[in-house]
């Protein structure tokens, strides 16, 4: 993650440790994890079946090339976002990379979810129900 070059970059970047190292200390510490278990929810506990079959999420995503293009995109599915759709989305991406990785990318090192399963990726999750979509604008 890119905190970017400015000023405050550095301030967010400290923050996001310092929120980070909390975590750690809250689960690793037995009076910080008795708060942490007061606050969030118990295991079991999250959206009924309902909820997470009738959710929805939309991403539309604007961006400027370093040429000056600009782009948009969009990612919606139908569920739940935190429970079903990232089920889907994680699982078809785990058979991407068991089923076809004859047709995935050469590359090597930490790569991007779209770097590494390139086109299988888009194709997979556009017949799981996912709308992927990309324009020039």
């Not at 400290?14 to 994890?33: F, K, T, W, Y």
């Not at 309902?50 to 293009?69: L, P």
């Not at 017949?127 to 979509?133: H, T």
Request: glycine letters at 12%; charged letters at 20%; zero cysteines.
């Amino acid at each position: 993650m890119s905190v970017g070059d400015s000023r405050l970059s550095r301030v967010y970047a400290a923050g996001v440790a310092a929120v980070l190292g909390g975590l750690v200390l809250g689960l690793s510490v037995r009076p910080a994890r008795y708060v942490l278990d007061r606050i969030l929810p118990a295991p079991g506990e999250g959206p009924s079946e309902k909820t997470q079959r009738n959710g929805y999420f939309a991403m539309d995503i604007y961006t400027t090339t370093t040429t000056g293009a600009r782009y948009t995109s969009r990612v919606a599915a139908q569920g739940d976002p935190g429970y079903r759709a990232t089920a889907v989305l994680l699982g078809e991406s785990a058979l991407s990379l068991v089923l076809d990785r004859d047709r995935l990318p050469d590359e090597a090192g930490v790569l991007t979810p779209a770097t590494a399963l390139g086109d299988v990726i888009v194709e997979r999750l556009r017949g799981a129900g996912v709308e992927i979509s990309a324009r020039k604008l």
